[in-house]
């Protein structure tokens, strides 16, 4: 690829440490990437020198894998550490754990932790580069990035465009990262759920606030559909998944409501019948998959930009 320009940062915490620029030049890297990604021969040997440990401490499948293809579609050196199957489990701390990994010679950290800020603290204690692959309810920054590619894919210049968030935005580190990230990108952000789901003083971050699902797909062009995070809820904030699903859920019959054709999302996993029909999900207003697809350009862009930062 040509010359790389910088980005104002070395580690990817949060979208909210990223400026409009940066999430520019991701995009513009990750697009070269994702014309890399569709030639026969899908590797190119931009970080052959880099080493990158992925250090898991939460569950995930697209994350996980998505940023292991894309180290080695850019030919770095992988290892992939899982918390369930460590000394984590002997009662090892994160930072004695991080500088072991670091001490066999490791550039770079890709990190999924439940504790908000856990990157934070790390990014003092380490020189190597962090991306946050999710922190807990806090960020989860290239699943904002990913999200933004394909929404610009599809409706192009986000500058003025409606962008809806549904769902449990309480418990959603991927809601804070979308809101910093599409308002960056000149989006108008709403978001809708129960107002037990939703963030008292979220308003203040300059987002509309509603409760009304069918209004709020009409006002929207992308619905970004979140899950229900069961595993994080310590009380009742539903009285049943059905109820919710009746009253939140989006659907074959919302959709038809509607005049126009709107873009549907979700990060996943995806809990079908729950937050989104089947027949929403896999239907022709779903870019579903093609979010997946834009994660391994996304991420390869990330690491190769963090890694011009050395
Ligand atoms: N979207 C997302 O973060 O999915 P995983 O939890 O499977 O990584």
């Given at each position: 690829?040509?010359?790389?320009?910088?980005?104002?940062?070395?580690?990817?915490?949060?979208?909210?440490?990223?400026?409009?620029?940066?999430?520019?030049?991701?995009?513009?890297?990750?697009?070269?990437?994702?014309?890399?990604?569709?030639?026969?021969?899908?590797?190119?040997?931009?970080l052959?020198?880099?080493?990158i440990?992925?250090?898991?401490?939460?569950?995930?499948?697209?994350?996980?894998?998505?940023?292991?293809?894309a180290e080695?579609?850019l030919?770095?050196?992988?290892?992939?550490?899982?918390?369930?199957?460590?000394?984590?489990?002997?009662?090892?701390?994160?930072?004695?754990?991080?500088?072991?990994?670091?001490?066999?010679?490791?550039?770079m950290?890709?990190?999924?932790?439940?504790?908000?800020?856990?990157?934070?603290?790390?990014?003092?204690?380490?020189?190597?580069?962090?991306v946050?692959?999710?922190?807990?309810?806090?960020?989860?920054?290239?699943?904002?990035?990913?999200?933004?590619?394909?929404?610009?894919?599809?409706?192009?210049?986000?500058?003025?465009?409606?962008?809806?968030?549904?769902?449990?935005?309480?418990?959603?580190?991927?809601?804070?990262?979308?809101?910093?990230?599409?308002?960056?990108?000149?989006?108008?952000?709403?978001?809708?759920?129960?107002?037990?789901?939703?963030?008292?003083?979220?308003?203040?971050?300059?987002?509309?606030?509603?409760?009304?699902?069918?209004?709020?797909?009409?006002?929207?062009?992308?619905?970004?559909?979140?899950?229900?995070?069961?595993?994080?809820?310590?009380?009742?904030?539903?009285?049943?998944?059905?109820?919710?699903?009746?009253?939140?859920?989006?659907?074959?019959?919302?959709?038809?409501?509607?005049?126009?054709?709107?873009?549907?999302?979700?990060?996943?996993?995806?809990?079908?019948?729950?937050?989104?029909?089947?027949?929403?999900?896999?239907?022709?207003?779903?870019?579903?998959?093609?979010?997946?697809?834009?994660?391994?350009?996304?991420r390869m862009?990330v690491l190769y930009?963090l890694a011009?930062?050395?």
């Amino acid at each position: 690829m040509a010359t790389v320009q910088q980005l104002t940062t070395k580690h990817v915490l949060g979208i909210k440490y990223l400026s409009p620029e940066d999430i520019h030049l991701i995009f513009e890297t990750a697009q070269t990437f994702k014309e890399v990604l569709n030639r026969p021969v899908k590797k190119v040997p931009s970080l052959r020198d880099i080493t990158i440990a992925n250090l898991f401490f939460e569950n995930s499948t697209r994350t996980r894998i998505s940023f292991e293809l894309a180290e080695k579609r850019l030919s770095a050196d992988v290892v992939n550490f899982s918390a369930s199957s460590s000394s984590v489990k002997k009662g090892e701390t994160l930072l004695d754990t991080v500088n072991n990994i670091l001490s066999m010679k490791v550039d770079m950290v890709v990190m999924r932790h439940p504790a908000p800020g856990a990157h934070h603290f790390l990014s003092q204690h380490i020189d190597a580069n962090i991306v946050n692959a999710g922190d807990g309810t806090h960020e989860h920054p290239t699943q904002a990035l990913l999200d933004a590619f394909s929404m610009q894919e599809a409706v192009g210049d986000l500058t003025g465009k409606n962008i809806a968030i549904f769902g449990d935005i309480l418990h959603s580190r991927v809601a804070l990262s979308n809101i910093f990230c599409l308002q960056r990108l000149g989006a108008k952000v709403r978001v809708c759920g129960p107002p037990t789901l939703i963030p008292k003083h979220i308003g203040q971050l300059g987002v509309e606030v509603s409760h009304d699902v069918l209004d709020s797909l009409r006002w929207c062009d992308v619905a970004n559909i979140l899950r229900i995070q069961l595993e994080r809820q310590d009380i009742k904030y539903i009285p049943s998944l059905r109820e919710y699903a009746q009253y939140f859920g989006i659907n074959r019959k919302l959709l038809d409501q509607l005049d126009k054709k709107i873009v549907v999302m979700h990060p996943g996993p995806i809990n079908r019948g729950v937050e989104i029909t089947s027949d929403v999900a896999d239907s022709e207003h779903s870019i579903i998959l093609q979010q997946v697809e834009n994660g391994v350009a996304v991420r390869m862009a990330v690491l190769y930009l963090l890694a011009a930062t050395r």
